[in-house]
């Protein structure tokens, strides 16, 4: 995935803007260097442990104007360098830990308690907060008492270029269904494969994670031909999504789905599940279809979509458009100007 995030730096590098990232990598991650010509990057050549590498980094900051977050784990000690060195400091999100957390071990598991009191210091203690939808912005305003003033919505971006539709796919036997992401208990994969068990169709699971032998075997014996695809580097995901006749984001939750924006952007036709992250992105009969998260409303959603032609044709042209207008690169370049620009005066 580094080549997707790394576009809005180069586009930012380019506008004169200086970059350097502070990682906790080893000496490894100095060959990404070579990816963005004058980027540096600060590393833990030395292999010190997370707490010496920590008091490090207090000790010997990198000097900048603005310090900024990519998501909340390390954001406190990003926080502790910018204060330090009188910079302005950004916290940005992409999802809230916390909701995670809670979601995956439960409201009152200890990891659910630490990503809240984590969120509540580098909340409170920002200069300004960036988040990637509304409802994330509500959200920290209503858990942690901060003040609108200080948060603003920079959505997750698509270089709406490369991931574009590509022309009409061959013709096939059967009808292919694409699917980008961790193969983890957060994207409801089982219950895709049981609504999709007897119906005539490819499927495409591109990704990988924990469950994923687990899955193979779930897999086996069904109509559908379920094809594991492992992970797939992004600049090849647009010809991959380009040769699939609609996208299935049947998650139980979401922050702000790139890869739904990337199949939206190639024109596919999207279903997704009406839970938060997802249905903040698809208006159902709009530019993509809303099912439940079961099994039973995914293969009705799923099978309506199959079976509708002009229906897939409409929602494609939809959410191609859709992106265009809001999520695209160029518009989240100068979302991230005007904030920069404000922030270092």
Not at 76 to 85: E, G
Not at 182 to 201: H, S, Y
Not at 204 to 222: H, N, Q, V
Not at 265 to 278: D, K, Q, S
Request: glycine fraction near 8%; aromatic fraction near 6%; charge should be neutral.
């Amino acid at each position: 995935m580094l080549d997707r995030e790394l576009a809005l730096y180069r586009q930012l590098q380019a506008r004169g803007v200086g970059i350097d990232f502070v990682t906790y990598g080893d000496q490894s991650d100095l060959a990404f260097a070579d990816t963005i010509p004058g980027l540096s990057i600060h590393t833990n050549t030395a292999g010190l442990n997370l707490g010496a590498y920590e008091r490090k980094l207090l000790n010997e900051p990198v000097r900048a104007d603005v310090i900024k977050s990519n998501q909340m784990a390390g954001a406190d000690i990003a926080m502790d360098v910018a204060h330090k060195t009188k910079a302005k400091f950004v916290a940005r999100c992409g999802y809230l830990l916390s909701e995670f957390q809670e979601r995956r071990y439960g409201e009152r598991s200890r990891e659910a308690k630490q990503a809240r009191k984590l969120e509540e210091k580098v909340f409170r203690g920002a200069d300004w907060i960036t988040l990637t939808t509304a409802k994330m912005a509500e959200a920290v305003m209503e858990r942690y008492k901060v003040q609108s003033e200080k948060i603003g919505i920079i959505p997750n971006y698509v270089e709406t270029d490369r991931f574009r539709p590509m022309g009409e796919r061959k013709a096939a036997e059967k009808l292919r269904i694409g699917f980008v992401g961790r193969l983890d208990t957060q994207k409801n994969l089982r219950n895709l494969i049981t609504a999709l068990v007897d119906i005539d169709v490819e499927v495409w699971l591109i990704g990988y994670g924990p469950l994923k032998e687990e899955l193979e075997r779930f897999a086996e014996g069904t109509v559908a031909q379920f094809k594991f695809l492992g992970n797939v580097p992004n600049h090849e995901l647009p010809d991959m999504l380009n040769q699939c006749d609609l996208f299935v984001m049947p998650s139980l939750y979401e922050g702000h789905p790139k890869a739904l924006l990337e199949a939206m952007a190639c024109g596919l036709p999207v279903v997704g599940t009406r839970v938060p992250g997802v249905q903040e992105i698809i208006t159902d009969g709009e530019n993509g279809l809303l099912s439940e998260i079961g099994a039973v409303g995914l293969r009705e959603t799923i099978q309506r979509m199959l079976d509708d032609a002009a229906l897939r044709e409409r929602l494609g042209k939809a959410g191609r458009q859709y992106v265009q207008t809001h999520f695209a690169l160029e518009r989240v370049v100068e979302l991230e100007m005007t904030l920069l620009n404000r922030l270092a005066g």
